[in-house]
C-alpha cells in the first residue's frame, strides 16, 4: 500500500505534468493524462513503455543516415521547380513543403494510372512483373497466403531463377496473424531476399508500436506502385471479409520512381545495416512523358513532423471550392478537425467517405463519434455500404490528389512508416474525382438529424473511446 501512496500524492502529478509540457500532440497529452489519473499504476507502466518515445534513439540514428544517403540523388530540378512556381505558387509552396521536411523532390515526365479497386490493379501488377528484367522491390504491411500472394510469389521464383534481383519487406506485426513465424527463410530458400520489419518478440517494448504501413512495389526502377491495396485476398475481393473491400492505387512510369526505389533501398538498409550504392538503380533515361507533376514521398516516425498531416493540412486549408476524402478510419485531432471545418463553413465542398461494415468495431464508433461536429460544420459525410472501404485518397479542385497509406488516424499520422503519391494536374486527378462521385452512389449520407438521434449510452460510449482513440 505504500507505492500506491506515494504515488497518488506525488509521482503521478510529476508524470502528468511531464507530458503537458511535452513536444507532442494535444490529444495525446489528454489521452495519457486521462490513463494516468483513472489507473494510476497500470497507466504509468504503460506510459513509461509506450510513452516516452516514439522510438528509440538508436533506430532513429540509423535510418537517419540511411536518408542521408539518398538525399543525394533525390534533389529537386531546378527548372520543374521554375515551371511550377509559374504556374501556380500555391501548389508550389505545398510541393516546397514535402521536399524540404520529407527529402523528396517533385517530377515531371510521370505518368500516374489510377486504381478504382485492387481486382483492376492486380491484373496490371502481375503483368508488370512478369516484365521485370533487372530488379523487383516489394514492401507491404500484410502479406496472406491466397490467390493474389501465390500467383506473385510464383513469378517471384520465376524471376529469381532468370537472375533477377528480388527483394521482399514485410512488416511483422501486420503479417502475425497471416504468415508463419520465420516465413522469411522460407522466401530465401528460393532465391528471394528477404527481411522483416520488427521481428516480433512476446516483451512490451516502445518499438512494436512502430509500424512499417508502407506499401511498394518497384520494378526496375521504371514502374512503381503505391496505394493502399495490401497483398491479400479480400483486397482483390477473391475472399469477402467485410462486403466488398474498396482500396485503390497508382501506378507511376517515369522518373518520379526513383523516389519510391529510394524509400525501399533507405528500409532495406536500415534492416540489413549495409550501405549500398543507390545510384546504381537511377535510370539514366526516361521513355515517359505526361502532364502535370507528380511527388512521391514517405513520412516516418523518427522526427517530429507530422509530414502526412501537413500534407493533407495544407491541400485542405488551400481549397476554393471543394475537397473530397476517402478513408477506413476518421479518429482525428483537432487542427484537423478545424481544419475540415473551417473549409466547410468557408464553402468549401468538404465530402468524407467512411466505411459501413467496420474492421475493428471500436475504430469505427470513434469515427462516428466525429460525425456530428462534423455535420454541424456542414461536412458532408457518407459510408459506404456495400462493405469496408480501405481506400485513402484526397481530391481538391480538379488540380489535386494524394493517393497513399496514410490513414486519419493517430497511427498513420504519427506512429507509422508511410507513403503516398502527391500528384498535380496530372490526368490521374480526374479520375480519382470520378471515382469518388462513383462511390458516393454507392454510399449512404449520414445526416445531422441522424447523428442526434442516437442513444445517449451509445454517444457517452464514444466520447470514451475518442478521448483514449490516441492509444488505440
Not at 514502374?223 to 485503390?248: C, M, P, Q, R
Not at 498531416?309 to 476524402?325: F, G, Q
Amino acid at each position: 500500500t505504500a507505492f500506491p501512496a506515494w504515488w497518488v500524492s506525488f509521482g503521478r502529478p510529476q508524470v502528468v505534468l511531464k507530458i503537458v509540457n511535452r513536444k507532442i500532440n494535444p490529444s495525446y497529452k489528454l489521452a495519457w493524462t486521462m490513463l494516468i489519473l483513472c489507473l494510476p499504476i497500470f497507466g504509468l507502466v504503460l506510459y513509461l513503455v509506450f510513452g516516452r518515445s516514439r522510438i528509440a534513439a538508436y533506430m532513429q540514428d540509423r535510418f537517419n543516415e540511411m536518408l542521408m544517403k539518398s538525399g543525394n540523388l533525390l534533389q529537386t530540378d531546378p527548372e520543374i521547380h521554375d515551371l511550377l512556381e509559374a504556374e501556380d505558387i500555391s501548389a508550389c509552396n505545398q510541393s516546397d513543403y514535402i521536399y524540404h521536411n520529407a527529402g523528396y523532390p517533385i517530377h515531371g515526365n510521370t505518368t500516374a494510372e489510377y486504381f478504382q479497386v485492387g481486382d483492376d490493379m492486380f491484373p496490371v501488377l502481375v503483368r508488370e512483373l512478369e516484365q521485370a528484367q533487372h530488379y523487383i522491390f516489394i514492401e507491404y504491411f500484410i502479406i496472406h497466403d491466397g490467390v493474389m500472394w501465390r500467383t506473385i510469389l510464383d513469378i517471384l521464383e520465376r524471376k529469381v531463377q532468370e537472375g533477377v534481383d528480388v527483394r521482399l519487406i514485410y512488416d511483422d506485426m501486420g503479417c502475425i496473424m497471416t504468415l508463419p513465424n520465420g516465413y522469411n527463410k522460407k522466401l530465401e530458400s528460393y532465391g528471394i531476399k528477404c527481411s522483416v520489419f520488427n521481428p516480433f518478440v512476446p516483451i512490451l517494448s516502445s518499438k512494436f508500436n512502430t509500424r512499417d504501413h508502407r506499401k511498394i512495389c518497384v520494378i526496375d526502377g521504371n514502374v512503381g506502385f503505391t496505394g493502399g491495396i495490401n497483398l491479400a485476398d479480400e483486397y482483390i475481393n477473391a475472399y469477402e471479409k467485410h462486403g466488398h473491400w474498396k482500396d485503390t492505387s497508382v501506378m507511376l512510369k517515369g522518373e518520379g520512381v526513383f523516389a519510391l526505389t529510394a524509400m525501399f533501398l533507405s528500409m532495406w538498409d536500415y534492416l540489413h545495416e549495409e550501405k549500398e550504392d543507390y545510384s546504381k538503380y537511377y535510370p539514366t533515361e526516361w521513355d515517359t512523358s505526361a502532364p502535370g507533376y507528380v511527388q512521391p514521398f514517405t513520412d516516418n516516425p523518427l522526427d517530429d513532423e507530422a509530414v502526412g498531416e501537413t500534407v493533407y493540412l495544407n491541400l485542405i486549408n488551400k481549397a476554393k471550392h471543394y475537397v473530397y476524402i476517402t478513408t477506413p478510419y476518421l479518429i482525428l485531432d483537432s487542427e484537423m478537425i478545424t481544419a475540415l471545418s473551417i473549409a466547410a463553413k468557408s464553402g468549401v465542398d468538404v465530402r468524407i467517405i467512411t466505411p459501413h461494415i467496420a474492421d475493428k468495431w471500436y475504430v469505427h464508433a470513434v469515427s462516428r463519434a466525429h460525425y456530428e461536429n462534423l455535420t454541424e460544420a456542414g461536412v458532408k459525410i457518407y459510408e459506404y455500404t456495400p462493405g469496408f472501404i480501405h481506400a485513402k485518397t484526397f481530391v481538391v479542385d480538379d488540380d489535386y490528389a494524394v493517393v497513399g497509406t496514410i490513414n486519419l488516424d493517430y497511427r498513420s499520422l504519427y506512429l507509422h512508416f508511410e507513403c503516398a503519391a502527391w500528384m498535380y494536374q496530372t490526368d490521374s486527378v480526374a479520375a480519382v474525382k470520378e471515382d469518388f462521385f462513383k462511390t458516393q452512389q454507392l454510399s449512404q449520407e449520414i445526416t445531422l438529424e441522424e447523428c442526434r438521434k442516437v442513444s445517449f449510452v451509445r454517444k457517452l460510449g464514444r466520447s470514451v473511446l475518442r478521448v483514449f482513440a490516441p492509444l488505440m
